[in-house]
């Protein structure tokens, strides 16, 4: 069994404002006036007509509290609000995944640039033989919202395949990690497939089992030179949206000045005149954590300098402070699912 490539949960300060604007809408819809939905978010109600809007996930999250807390945990409200996404609600990372060349190729550009979605559940992509797994995580959200956004993360996720393929994803199998609600119809109606419902072994997963060849399956609506301006957009938002003021934002800072001596966190922490367990606090609020931030500094450098070219990975891996390149390699691989030969190559086409 081979992971293809794999994904944390999102540690980017920002995200659009569509995804409080549709959840805001499920909860008018249900009787709670948007204006309670939104106490104590930070998020106004013209904030959710400003289409260039954008909010923290963490301000989402509190949404989320607000909406479970009028509406109860109702079983399968996390699939109604999930098919409420569509490929248009994603902006530029919606456009890269229509215009990829194959099933494949979507999935690992989506989870790449997972940060640009509205997804709280940590997500990765599995073969096994003839068989393809897509994995969605919820065990480091806590009860009061995890079956909630794990069934809104699993519901969106179909409704992108089937307007990807242009018909469902024919689904051979589905486990969900608690038991089975009264009425499992409208699970059975959105996904194609009864799911089994308290599944072992899995933690707090869902798992959807699928034919793998359905991977290298074409596209309807493939075309690479879209693809490649979509991917580029979506590598400069990103970096836009991680250069966020706050603690964070001053971390990264420091992290970028010698990358080839990266300091560790004691020593970030006395250059911003604290110490390490309140730098620990303080970017937890932000909703990410220092190994993150040296996580995604390295991987920006590295990607920046295999994407010009003129850099062997020896070179690269030197100038990132990795003492040996098997390390660097490995890491990379983490990241991004692929080595960094095989990014070099892949960007010089």
């Known amino acids: 069994m081979a992971p293809v490539i794999t994904q944390q949960p999102p540690v980017a300060a920002l995200r659009s404002v ?7 809408a499920l909860g008018a819809e249900r009787g709670l006036p948007v204006a309670r939905c939104l106490t104590g978010t930070g998020i106004t109600e013209p904030m959710l007509a400003d289409p260039g809007a954008e909010i923290t996930a963490q301000q ?29 609600s994603y902006g530029i990372w919606g456009f890269g995944l229509v215009s990829s060349p194959s099933l494949r190729s979507a999935i690992e550009l989506g989870i790449h ?35 909630f956004l794990l069934e809104r993360d699993a519901a969106a996720i179909a409704v992108l395949q089937k307007e990807l393929l242009g018909q469902p994803l024919p689904v051979q199998r589905m486990t969900f990690p608690y038991p089975a609600p009264p009425d499992t119809t409208p699970y059975q109606d959105h996904f194609g497939v009864l799911p089994v419902f308290s599944a072992a072994g899995n933690g707090a997963q869902i798992v959807t089992t699928f034919d793998a060849a359905l991977l290298d399956q074409p596209l309807p609506q493939a075309d690479a030179l879209t693809r490649r301006l979509c991917e580029d957009q979506c590598r400069q938002l990103l ?10 934002g001053e971390v990264r800072s420091l992290l970028l000045h010698q990358p080839e001596r990266m300091p560790d966190m004691e020593q ?18 932000e909703s990410t954590a220092f190994r993150a931030l040296v996580d995604e ?3 920006t450098l590295a990607e920046e300098m295999l994407r010009a070219g003129g850099f062997t990975v020896e070179q690269v891996a030197d100038r990132l402070g990795y003492a040996e390149v098997a390390s660097f390699i490995h890491a990379f691989r983490r990241w991004t699912g692929t080595t960094p030969g095989a990014f ?6």
């Open 344 to 349: 070099a190559a892949g960007s010089a086409r």
């Open 113 to 147: 640039y997972l940060d640009l979605t509205f997804a709280f559940a940590r997500i990765w992509l599995e073969e096994d033989g003839a068989q393809a797994r897509l994995c969605l995580d919820a065990g480091h959200l806590d009860e009061a919202v995890g079956v």
């Open 239 to 248: 970096e836009k949206r991680r250069a966020r003021t706050g603690v964070a």
């Open 18 to 24: 569509a995804s409080a604007r549709l959840m805001s």
């Open 268 to 285: 970030v922490a006395a250059a911003l005149h604290v110490t390490s367990r309140t730098l620990r606090r303080r970017l937890l609020r």
């Open 297 to 299: 500094v390295r991987q």
């Open 60 to 88: 989402e999250l509190l949404l989320v509290r607000n909406l479970l807390a009028h509406l109860g945990h109702e079983p399968g409200l996390g699939i109604e609000a999930g098919r409420r996404y569509h490929l248009t």
